[in-house]
């Protein structure tokens, strides 16, 4: 309309809080995954394994049933907890591992192929409520896949146990959150760094792969050829393993690096991929 008409208003109604505007990109980014049928399918197929270990749980805990199964008397079906948490936890960090691989590279790469970051940052939200709001799109994913249904299957074995067994047991309710936090945060600033620097989305999903599985050969040659043990530091993989066994007190995992190493390594990760966020996230591109 004409401004010499006077007749537009400013708009009167409920504003978003501030601290909430950052949840819409999250909200908008986890219904546009989640329109792909084998995104769904595939999310949906990584809580079997929860289901399957939870049966085990019951299972441990009745005998007519181990009975009419034919197990071995006397004999408990689960007996060291925390290989059986530890174990489950393996399982889902790798599911979310291929599930970052698909879902990471649609969340800035189409941004940035389309030139879209100055429409997000002329509204009211940072370049910190941007990458927060992308952030938890993989960190909710994970999460749902990994600390919750483990911490679901703590308290299924703490309520057939008793309160006796959760409390001298409230370790391995820690290791487990701790354990999946440190896959969490990896796998959302690493999927975010990939998607914003390669905008070729086979590409980006691969060099997630990539950094996992070529780390560890990668760092297996170096020990190998350098007769060290300092290659594991680039193997990702074998750093989260070395926090894991610490956590999950697991004295016979051979480490090869000190548990204060693979920490400082594992945040040295994440602020690398801070740093490429910032560089690639702005309001405007300057080409040359």
């Known amino acids: 309309m004409a401004i010499y008409k006077r007749t537009y208003r400013a708009y009167a109604g409920q504003l978003t809080p501030t601290w909430s ?31 399957i270990m939870g049966v085990g749980l019951y299972l441990n805990h009745s005998d007519s049933l181990l009975r009419l199964l034919r197990f071995p008397p ?25 599930l970052t691989a698909f879902a ?8 940035l192929t389309n030139n879209a970051l100055p429409l997000f940052f002329c509204r009211p939200i940072s370049r910190a409520e941007y990458v927060f709001g992308k952030f938890c ?10 600390w919750v249904p483990g911490l679901l299957l703590f308290g299924i074995e703490a309520g057939l146990s ?26 959302s600033f690493l999927g975010l760094a990939l998607s914003a620097w390669v905008k070729w989305k086979p590409i980006a999903g691969a060099l997630v792969l990539g950094t996992f599985f070529l780390g560890t050969g990668f760092g297996a040659a170096i020990n190998a050829i350098m007769r060290t043990t300092n290659g594991y530091y680039i193997d990702i993989s074998h750093m ?3 926090v894991w066994a610490a956590l999950f007190r697991d004295a016979g995992f051979e480490a090869g690096v000190p548990v204060v190493g693979a920490v400082i390594q594992l945040l040295a990760v994440c602020a690398l991929c801070l740093w490429l966020l910032s560089r690639k996230i702005r309001a405007f591109e300057v080409v040359r």
Do not use: E
Not at 26 to 39: D, E, I, N, Q
Not at 104 to 109: D, E, G, K, R
Not at 175 to 183: K, L, S
């Open 21 to 51: 505007r950052s949840w819409i990109l999250t909200r908008y980014a986890w219904k546009y995954l989640f329109r792909s049928r084998v995104m769904t399918g595939f999310f949906s197929l990584c809580f079997v394994p929860a289901l």
């Open 74 to 98: 006397g004999r408990p079906l689960i007996s060291d907890f925390p290989l059986y948490f530890r174990t489950f936890v393996t399982i889902q960090c790798s599911f979310a591992i291929i």
């Open 104 to 111: 990471a590279p649609t969340l800035i790469s189409p941004d």
């Open 137 to 146: 799109v993989i960190a909710w994913l994970v999460s749902l896949m990994t």
């Open 162 to 187: 008793g309160p006796v067994w959760a409390w001298n047991n409230l370790w391995l309710a820690n290791a487990i959150f701790f354990g999946a936090m440190g896959y969490v945060l990896i796998l």
């Open 240 to 242: 989260i393993h070395t």
